[in-house]
């Protein structure tokens, strides 16, 4: 295993209270999103978002189908 794989291992058996500890920490040590918007752009983006889910443009992801997209990116 690569030593990132192992520190991975080890960190996904740690308590529920370390692990988010560990994640705020990780989070915090990140550099913002290269295109980080404005809070007006972050509002109007939203408001476009929901428009088009009750317009029914777009169709919502049920959670199981969320949680699933994300263990996929995982992996």
Excluded: C, Y
């Excluded at 209270?17 to 983006?45: M, T, V």
């Amino acid at each position: 295993m690569t030593k990132l794989a192992d520190i991975e291992v080890a960190a996904l058996r740690l308590p529920d209270k370390e692990r988010f500890h560990l994640a705020d920490k990780l989070l915090g040590s990140l550099p913002p999103p290269p295109a980080a918007s404005e809070p007006d752009e972050i509002l109007a983006e939203a408001l476009r978002r929901e428009a088009e889910l009750e317009s029914g443009q777009v169709k919502p992801l049920s959670e199981d189908a969320f949680w699933a997209g994300v263990r996929r990116k995982r992996a």
